[in-house]
C-alpha cells in the first residue's frame, strides 16, 4: 500500500505534466497540442488578412470621380497635376488656361477636381489640347473686376531733366491704390514741363495741361514763365507726348493783350473816385474786413480777376501798382464776368513744384482716379523722386503693372462719353484683352451642351445662367442669348464695364481677343 509520500510525489508529477502539456507542444507538432495562447493567435492573423483584402478591394472598386463629372458644366482640375480640362461632346479635351476653359463652359460654370486615375481610365476618350494662347491664367473675381481702380501714368525724367529715362502706367487696386494719395498737387502747384519739339506747358492740379504761348516778344518763354510760375520758375521737365495726351487740354496761356483792348490807353468809363486818372489795363483792389477782392480796368469798366491771371498782367506792366479803390465804386462790377472767365486757367497763383527736378530724378505721374465726370474723367498729377510702387519697375508687361490678383472690365470711352466703346478685360499680366459684347455662339457646356444654361431648348430649358428651366423656348432662348457672352462665360456676367478714357486704356497692350470660337481652336495639330 503506497504511503502519503508516494501519494504527494503522485500528485506533483501529475500537476507538472499537466503545465508542461499546456505550455509546450510535444515532438509530433498537432494542432492539438499546441498550448490555447498559439491557437488563439492564428485565427486573428487569418481574419486580419481577411480584413486587409477587403479594404483593398473597396478601395479599388469605389468610384474615384463624383457622378455626372463627365457632363458638368464644370472645368475639370487633375487633382494630381492641375492640367486643366474640358469636356467637349464626350471628349475630354486638355486646354491651354483658365480663360479659354471658362469660355467653352455655358456661364456660371464651376471648377471640378477629379483624381488622375478618372481622367486616365481607358473609358474616358481623349483629345488635342485647346485654347487660346497667351489668354490669362488668372482671372479676377468678379467684385474686383467691378471695382474702379486708380490709374498712374508716370513719366520719369533724367537727374537734368533734359529727357524722359522711363515710362511706366500703374493700375492699382486695393491698399496699393493710396500709393499715389500723397504727393498730389493742390491748386497752388503746377508742373512745368517740356515736350521734345521744344513747347512748353504749365499743368495744373485737375489734370490739365496749358501751353505757354509766349509769342515773339519773348524768345524763349522766360518772361511768361516767370508771370505764370512767380520768382522762383526753374527748369522744364522734359516729358513725353504720349504722357501729355493722358491730360485733359486746357486753354493756352500768355501775357493777355488780346483780351485787355487799348491796354495802356487812357480809360474814359464811369468816375472810380479818388482824383486818379487811369489807364486800360490797371489792377485794382478793394479791402473789406481783412478780404481783398482785386479787379483789371477794362474799357467797360472793372471786371473781377483771379490771382493767376492777376500775375499775368503785372508782367504786361513795367511798373506794377495796384491801386485801392472804394468798394461802392465798383459794385456793378460784381455783376459783370470775370476777367478770362471763358478760360479754364488756374484761379489761385501756383508756383512749380517740380523745381528741383535738377537736382535728382523726378517721376511725374498723371493720375486717373477710375471715375468719369459730367466734363470728362476725373483727373490729379502725382509727383514724386521714384515710381508709386516700389520694386515695381521691373514688373507687369511692356512697361505695365497691375496689382497682382486685380483687373477691371473697362469699356474704351472718348471724352466725356460713358458707352459706345470698346470691351476689354484688363489682368495683371499687363495686358487688354478684347470682348465680344454680344453673342459669340451657342453654349458649350457638358458634353451635350445639357448642363449650360446659357443656351434656351426648343422646350425653354437652358436659358438663365444657373441653368433652369423657362417657361417657354422663346423666353429661354432669349435669356440664353443674354448671357450668352463672353464676359458672362468668364464669369462677369453681372458686372458692368467701367468707362476708360481711350487715351489711357491705349497704353495697356493688347492681348488676343477671348472668343469661344478662339478657345475651341486646337493647338499643336
Known amino acids: 500500500m503506497a504511503s502519503r509520500r508516494d501519494e504527494l510525489s503522485a500528485y506533483t508529477f501529475a500537476r507538472k505534466r499537466t503545465v508542461a502539456a499546456f505550455l509546450r507542444p510535444t515532438g509530433g507538432g498537432s494542432v492539438e497540442d499546441a498550448p490555447r495562447a498559439v491557437r488563439a493567435v492564428v485565427p486573428g492573423l487569418v481574419l486580419g488578412a481577411i480584413a486587409v483584402a477587403a479594404f483593398g478591394a473597396y478601395g479599388m472598386l469605389r468610384p474615384s470621380a463624383p457622378k455626372g463629372w463627365d457632363k458638368a458644366n464644370d472645368v475639370i482640375v487633375d487633382k494630381q497635376t492641375t492640367t486643366r480640362y474640358v469636356m467637349l461632346n464626350g471628349v475630354l479635351h486638355p486646354v491651354l488656361n483658365m480663360s479659354s476653359a471658362r469660355l467653352l463652359m455655358s456661364a456660371g460654370s464651376g471648377v471640378e477636381y477629379i483624381d488622375d486615375s478618372a481622367l486616365n481610365s481607358p473609358s474616358v476618350a481623349r483629345g488635342a489640347t485647346v485654347g487660346i494662347p497667351y489668354a490669362p491664367d488668372s482671372l479676377p473675381t468678379a467684385a474686383d473686376a467691378a471695382k474702379a481702380k486708380t490709374w498712374a501714368a508716370c513719366d520719369r525724367s533724367s537727374a537734368d531733366a533734359t529727357q524722359t529715362v522711363g515710362q511706366r502706367l500703374f493700375v492699382l487696386g486695393g491698399s496699393q491704390a493710396s500709393s499715389v494719395s500723397g504727393g498730389r498737387l493742390d491748386d497752388q502747384k503746377a508742373l512745368y514741363v517740356r515736350t521734345s519739339d521744344g513747347t512748353n506747358y504749365l499743368v495744373d492740379s485737375n489734370g490739365s495741361y496749358h501751353e505757354l504761348d509766349a509769342g515773339k516778344s519773348d524768345p524763349g518763354g522766360a518772361l511768361l514763365a516767370k508771370a505764370a510760375f512767380g520768382p522762383s520758375d526753374g527748369t522744364p521737365q522734359v516729358v513725353t507726348t504720349q504722357w501729355l495726351k493722358t491730360l485733359s487740354q486746357g486753354s493756352p496761356i500768355s501775357l493777355p493783350y488780346g483780351l485787355i483792348q487799348g491796354f495802356g490807353a487812357p480809360y474814359t468809363g464811369t468816375d472810380l473816385g479818388g482824383g486818379n486818372s487811369y489807364q486800360v489795363g490797371d489792377l485794382l483792389k478793394v479791402s473789406d474786413n481783412g478780404t481783398t477782392l482785386h479787379y483789371v480796368l ?228
Open 298 to 525: 477794362l474799357k467797360d469798366g472793372p471786371h473781377r480777376i483771379s490771382d493767376f491771371a492777376r500775375r499775368l498782367v503785372e508782367a504786361m506792366h513795367s511798373s506794377v501798382t495796384e491801386t485801392p479803390v472804394n468798394q461802392f465804386k465798383l459794385l456793378d462790377s460784381n455783376t459783370v464776368a470775370p476777367f478770362a472767365a471763358d478760360l479754364n486757367w488756374p484761379q489761385a497763383q501756383v508756383s512749380q513744384a517740380n523745381l528741383n527736378v535738377s537736382n535728382g530724378q523726378m517721376t511725374s505721374c498723371a493720375v486717373y482716379d477710375g471715375q468719369m465726370g459730367q466734363n470728362g474723367p476725373q483727373l490729379g498729377v502725382w509727383l514724386g523722386q521714384d515710381y508709386p510702387v516700389n520694386g515695381a519697375q521691373a514688373s507687369g508687361t511692356a512697361g505695365v503693372y497691375v496689382t497682382p490678383g486685380t483687373g477691371l472690365l473697362l469699356q474704351a470711352v472718348s471724352g466725356a462719353a460713358a458707352g459706345g466703346g470698346k470691351m476689354y478685360l484688363l489682368t495683371d499680366t499687363g495686358l487688354r484683352y478684347p470682348l465680344q459684347m454680344n453673342s459669340d455662339g451657342n453654349s458649350g457646356g457638358g458634353t451635350n451642351g445639357q448642363s449650360g444654361g446659357t443656351t434656351g431648348g426648343s422646350d425653354g430649358s437652358g436659358g438663365a445662367a444657373s441653368g433652369g428651366a423657362g417657361t417657354a423656348g422663346t423666353t429661354g432662348a432669349a435669356s440664353g442669348q443674354q448671357q450668352d457672352t463672353p464676359a458672362a462665360r468668364l464669369g462677369y456676367g453681372q458686372v458692368n464695364p467701367l468707362a476708360v478714357p481711350l487715351s489711357w486704356a491705349q497704353l495697356v497692350p493688347t492681348g488676343p481677343e477671348l472668343t469661344k470660337d478662339a478657345a475651341g481652336q486646337q493647338q499643336g495639330s
